[in-house]
């Protein structure tokens, strides 16, 4: 497995299963980083079925706002760093648009410069949403800017990108 891997694609692209994948068969401890909320219903049995779905022995971190420091804390908190799998960017960024505005720039330059020094390997999932139409409001626009910049950002950092498609895996950045 390559050291940091980031996983994109559409929503129901099928790019959780792929990460999960990925980290199942580097057959080291892995630490999932959740950064979704269950703010309704709905969302609450989605984070249940991917639950369901995770093998029990992984460790979970819930962590919707923080994760640079939660990335740091998992590098400095084991002997050997575990693989962690953040699931997902999207959620990440919709929280920290949601949070305090003075939040923004300091998270996620915390969680760029804590990819960049975590020694162990990474699965970071995010979607793609720079294939659709331009947002009507100003804040669907932002996140689909910012989103977009932060993508740019982690697959500079990200030894390997691969982009799920109908549940294919598309390599855009082969890793090393």
């Known amino acids: 497995m390559v050291n940091k891997l980031l996983v994109t694609g559409g929503i129901r692209s099928g790019k959780t299963g792929l990460a999960e994948h990925r980290a ?24 249940r079925r991917h639950q369901q779905q995770r093998p029990a022995h992984w460790q ?3 962590e919707p706002v923080y994760l640079g420091r939660a990335l740091s804390g998992l590098a ?3 002997d050997t760093s575990p693989l962690v799998l953040v699931d997902c960017m999207s959620l990440w960024l919709s929280n920290l ?8 720039q300091p998270e996620r330059a915390a969680f760029l410069t804590a990819v960049e020094t975590y020694p162990g390997p990474l699965v970071i999932v995010t979607n ?23 993508n740019q950002a982690l697959a500079q950092r990200c030894d390997e990108v691969v982009m799920s498609v109908a549940g294919l895996p598309l390599t855009l950045k082969a890793g090393g």
């Open 76 to 78: 400095a908190g084991h």
């Open 97 to 104: 648009l949601f949070a305090d505005r003075s939040l923004f």
């Open 128 to 150: 793609e949403v720079g294939l659709g139409t331009i947002g009507m409001d100003p804040l669907t626009r932002r996140f689909a800017d910012e989103l977009g910049w932060l």
């Open 24 to 47: 199942r068969d580097a057959g080291t401890d892995v630490v999932y980083v959740a950064t979704a909320t269950a703010g309704d219903d709905e969302m609450a049995l989605r984070i």
């Open 60 to 62: 979970l971190v819930e």
